[in-house]
Nanobody
Framework: QVQLVESGGGLVQAGGSLRLSCAASGRTSSGRTFSTYAVGWFRQAPGKEREVLAVISSSGISTYYADSVKGRFTISRDNAKNTVYLQMNSLKPEDTAVYYC????????????????WGQGTQVTVSS
């Protein structure tokens, strides 16, 4: 199992920016490192289903963005630091949610059900 820890959440005014970090530690029983894992950022607001925001491949070459965040959020990774980032700009009140990162070994997926390693989540609150 890979352990994931999110950080960087908080309270921000509409139009502001935040950068979330997802730091990974540990190896799987097969000895794989974080650089072999695809990583996704998801969020869940009260009363709503968990939704995918952005996903990045293990190499960082391929990315995916949900329409709701395209052009505002940017996902990136630094495998040397075992960290994936989500830069969030032009934040809106509707972006308020708990944000999670998740990792899966192999090719990336936009389905949260495909991920078996999850962080504890970090709260993002955007005030109007």
């Amino acid at each position: 199992q890979v352990q994931l820890v999110e950080s960087g959440g908080g309270l921000v005014q509409a139009g502001g920016s935040l950068r979330l970090s997802c730091a990974a530690s540990g190896r799987t029983s097969s000895g794989r490192t974080f650089s072999t894992y695809a990583v996704g950022w998801f969020r869940q607001a009260p009363g709503k289903e968990r939704e995918v925001l952005a996903v990045i491949s293990s190499s960082g070459i391929s990315t995916y963005y949900a329409d709701s965040v395209k052009g505002r959020f940017t996902i990136s990774r630094d495998n040397a630091k075992n960290t994936v980032y989500l830069q969030m700009n032009s934040l809106k009140p509707e972006d308020t949610a708990v944000y999670y990162c998740a990792a899966r070994n192999g090719y990336y997926s936009t389905s949260h059900q495909a991920y078996n390693n999850w962080g504890q989540g970090t709260q993002v609150t955007v005030s109007s």
